[in-house]
């Protein structure tokens, strides 16, 4: 990352439009007022506050001010290898530096918030420690420690391998002493483990309920981890807060999300990876393509039907490597998710998921992470890829 100069305190930036990450339409003529590592004011520059124009300004021609981007499914412990399990290294000191690469990886793309699903002990929690230290550069990180998996299940080599009622407990807890703020279980089988089918369920409805009634009574999120209708049904059934992955969604599904009020994280980029990498084997190819080939279809019903999606790229797994969460969004709103929603699931309704509500949107109060992003986003999601700089808690890192 380029050095770059003290920011100054406060600080007006102005670009010709911004969205608020909440999903309401852009602002013409824009400017957010910084003060303090916090957003002052979020509008049209013509309402910026009395005095405002003695603060120093930066100028984005052609640009968009959003919040900082929010992605709601990664791995910091991997780096987008071909194989995902040859690609986690095997002692922890070596898992600790990938995940302070790729935790940088994540803040230069403009990624300031993220949340781990799955790492083998408390390697991404000691990062986000180390981001809110102010010791490495990365974005903030709601971890959810090692998955839940049961014997026989989806990456064992990330999880906490639980079976029995009594035990997903124990494990919820034991995940919680680890400084975990979610917790993510295993609720089908899983495309990059061999064994059970990816649209097999994986434990049973008592042990899924006794898990999200533990977690949610320590107040504690759950993601599952479900592609097939059965798993994702038996997951939703339970209480989860997040599906991750739901390739197979029918209409019992989509009822359930609704009922619930759960978000899918879609993860398109996860088969995508896999399906394009060269030197991905071919045995995951083979159980990828399925799941890819119904994705598209199971997330335009949900979406449709008004199941609120959010970005999760699943990074780090095989060709997809950290800081790609502006091509999720581009994947979502190709599959039919509106633009100013597409934006919002990579904003303000991921850092709502996360439980962090003072980020992930661009309004008074709120924590000053910014992408400014280099084009009109609401006319052209690429120009997410594009970040012209970024701002976390009001210093420019990017
Ligand atoms: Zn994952």
Redesign the pocket.
Known sequence: MPTVPETPDPLVLRAPRLLDGTGAPPVDAAALLVESGRIAYAGPAAGLPEGAERVEALDFPGATLLPGLVDS?V?LVASGGPDLAADVPKTEAERMLAAVVNARRQLEAGVTLVRD??SPGAEAVLVGRAVEAGTIPGPRVVASGPAVTMTGGH?PYLGRVTDGVEAMRAAVRANLALGARCIKVVATGGVLTQGIDPREPAYTQAELDALVDEAHRLGLTVAA?AIGEGGVAAALRAGVDSV?HGMFLDERAIELFLKTGARLSA?FL?PHGILVGPSVPAWIKDRARPTAEAQARSFRAAVSAGVPAVAGT?A??PENPHGGVAREVAFMAEAGLDVLLAVKAATGEAADLLGVTDRGVLRQGAAADVLVAGGDVAADLGALQRPAAVFQDGRRVG
């Open positions: 499914h791995h699903l799955g990456i981890h991750e993860t996860a699943d780090g797994t």
